[in-house]
């Protein structure tokens, strides 16, 4: 469902495609998706979306995001709010879902074919407004896990979903063993 001359944009959600590629059980190397979409047609831009904790000294995600930085993704990051839950929990909102909705309108005129990596039920109208500006819209997440990770309605809407998990070998390197206090891999 790709053409080589039509112009395409990634929008990850990377909290979204995070979660689906940890519950099929690797992770992805960003460079290969990359190099695999611009592969498929002519890569105009490649934005990664998520919320960042302001207050800690190192972010897991950091070495992520810095690296996506130099390496030809649109990084669009905000600070996640922390809050204690009404149970005492402490948790973390970082939701992007405006600024991808938005960036996605603003680019629409642009593109032919956006490929939308997450499987988030609120993108549903998103497509559905993507499609009446003449844009394909394909879909990035899965199907193969319980429950699915992609929502029936955003799944339905879209003119093309991409299995994931097809995308493995593709796109897809093991997951890293945990480190020891060392700092060295196991």
């Known amino acids: 469902m790709f053409y080589k001359d039509e112009r395409l944009a990634l929008f990850i959600d990377g909290s979204n495609l995070y979660a689906a590629a940890k519950s099929l059980g690797f992770d992805i190397d960003y460079k290969l998706?990359?190099?695999?979409f611009m592969r498929r047609g002519k890569l105009l831009r490649a934005f990664y979306y998520t919320a960042l904790l302001e207050n800690d000294d190192y972010s897991p995600i950091?070495?992520?995001?810095?690296?996506?930085?130099?390496?030809?993704?649109?990084?669009?990051?905000?600070?996640?709010?922390?809050?204690?839950?009404s149970m005492g929990r402490r948790k973390i909102k970082g939701n992007m879902d405006i600024e991808l909705a938005v960036n996605a309108m603003e680019l629409a005129p642009h593109v032919d074919h956006i490929v939308l990596f997450s499987g988030d039920g609120d993108f549903r109208?998103?497509?559905?407004?993507?499609?009446?500006?003449?844009?394909?819209?394909?879909v990035v997440s899965?199907?193969?896990?319980?429950?699915?990770?992609?929502?029936?309605?955003?799944?339905?809407?879209?003119?093309?979903?991409?299995?994931?998990?097809?995308?493995?070998d593709v796109i897809g390197r093991p997951p890293r063993e945990p480190r020891d206090d060392d700092g060295y891999d196991n």
């Open 142 to 168: 899965t199907i193969k896990t319980q429950p699915p990770m992609i929502a029936d309605e955003l799944r339905r809407q879209a003119d093309n979903f991409i299995e994931l998990n097809d995308l493995k």
């Open 33 to 36: 998706l990359r190099q695999e």
């Open 62 to 85: 950091r070495p992520l995001v810095d690296w996506l930085n130099y390496n030809g993704f649109t990084m669009v990051t905000k600070p996640a709010k922390e809050f204690t839950d």
């Open 125 to 138: 109208p998103l497509v559905e407004s993507l499609q009446r500006q003449g844009v394909r819209v394909s």
